[in-house]
């Protein structure tokens, strides 16, 4: 690999955005609404990489990423991430949560404690929300207390863990999620 470099790639979700350096993979985006959108928040996370071809090692994580996101099993665990400038405690978080297998989940506390850091939930949600390695660091596995499915972090796109979590089976896709909770859809009212 030689410097930094992007590119956008189709999966069954939508188009997709990866970002790399010569240490590995910089950051994965989950489609936004529109592919321009996608792209403008690619260039807003990775402003000096370049729209390049992906080396063999990237292609080999696109591949993996757009099987995960058609239901099929995929080893992601060998990709190499560049985890420059991230805090030392999200870096653990991320390689934590890398280990939780396909069609599991966990909730913030669990992960905190197994990473005997037992009362650190919430820093455990915060790295979350900020997981710039979608998918290849599977976030939408670790969910609130109570099992909620919440929104994904800030690279998730409009793709909420309920749906990234169906497409693995771990959930129903008509599970409910805390949005579901707080505001209930209303029964249509009668016309007349």
């Known amino acids: 690999m030689s410097g930094r470099g992007y590119t956008?790639?189709?999966?069954?979700?939508?188009?997709?955005?990866?970002?790399?350096?010569?240490?590995?993979?910089?950051?994965?985006?989950?489609?936004?609404?529109?592919?321009?959108?996608?792209?403008?928040?690619?260039f807003q996370l990775f402003p000096d990489a370049r729209e390049l071809r992906p080396p063999a090692e990237i292609q080999s994580a696109i591949d993996g990423i757009a099987a995960l996101l058609r239901g099929k099993v995929a080893d992601l665990s060998e990709i190499r991430l560049d985890t420059t400038g991230i805090p030392a405690f999200n870096v653990r978080v991320y390689e934590f949560t890398r280990s939780i297998s396909r069609g599991e989940t966990m909730t913030y506390g669990e992960v905190a404690s197994r990473l005997r850091a037992s009362g650190a939930s919430h820093s455990v949600a915060q790295a979350i929300s900020k997981n710039p390695f979608m998918i290849i660091v599977p976030c939408h596995r670790v969910l609130e207390a109570g099992g909620y499915a919440d929104r994904i972090s800030a690279n998730g796109g409009s793709i909420s863990k309920r749906r990234l979590l169906s497409i693995e089976g771990a959930i129903s896709p008509n599970s409910k999620t805390l949005f579901d909770v707080l505001l209930p859809v209303a029964p249509p009212r009668p016309q007349g």
């Not at 956008?8 to 529109?34: K, N």
Request: hydrophobic letters at 40%; proline letters at 3%; a neutral charge.
């Open 8 to 42: 956008v790639f189709d999966t069954t979700i939508g188009r997709c955005g990866i970002a790399w350096s010569d240490l590995g993979v910089l950051g994965v985006q989950l489609p936004e609404a529109r592919e321009i959108e996608t792209r403008r928040r690619l």
